[in-house]
């Protein structure tokens, strides 16, 4: 990271577009603060400032696949916002991710190549781990 654009990443690494992300974030010549939230854990206001910074609600970031919302009923509309924090910061696992912050915004990086539209400088070009390629 430099101090003139610093990069965070909200990162898990096992997930794939995490993964991609982060490596996208390093060919563009970054050295990211990584976060690995599943060991971190979620505050609320930190989730809330994300979301802010993202003009996002907590449903847009709630991950339904390979987590407990389903069986915690977060999944129902009438599930209201402040509830679906207080899931996420009990099961940091319900939060998409990866979320990527630098100077020109925060943002959820799904696919990982929305990542680019963050940076100042990008990679000439880009093998995601499944082999496409990514011309910025």
């Known amino acids: ?6 990069v965070t990443i909200y990162h898990n690494p096992d997930c794939g577009t995490s993964r991609n992300a982060l490596a996208m974030i390093e060919a563009a010549g970054y050295t990211p603060t990584v976060v690995e939230y599943l060991q971190m854990g979620w505050t609320r206001p930190q989730l809330e400032g994300l979301l802010a910074a993202m ?3 907590a449903r847009d970031l709630l991950r339904e ?3 407990p919302a389903a069986e915690l009923g977060l999944l129902d509309a009438s599930v ?3 509830a679906i924090l207080e899931a996420m910061v009990e099961h940091p696992i319900l939060v998409n991710r990866p979320i990527v912050v630098t100077p020109k915004g925060t943002k959820l990086c799904r696919p990982s190549e929305v990542v680019l539209d963050l940076f100042d400088r990008r990679p000439a070009e880009f093998a995601k781990e499944d082999g496409e390629i990514v011309r910025p």
């Open 1 to 6: 990271m430099t101090d003139a654009f610093p």
């Open 55 to 57: 003009g996002a609600t």
């Open 65 to 67: 696949k390979g987590t």
């Open 80 to 82: 209201p916002d402040d």
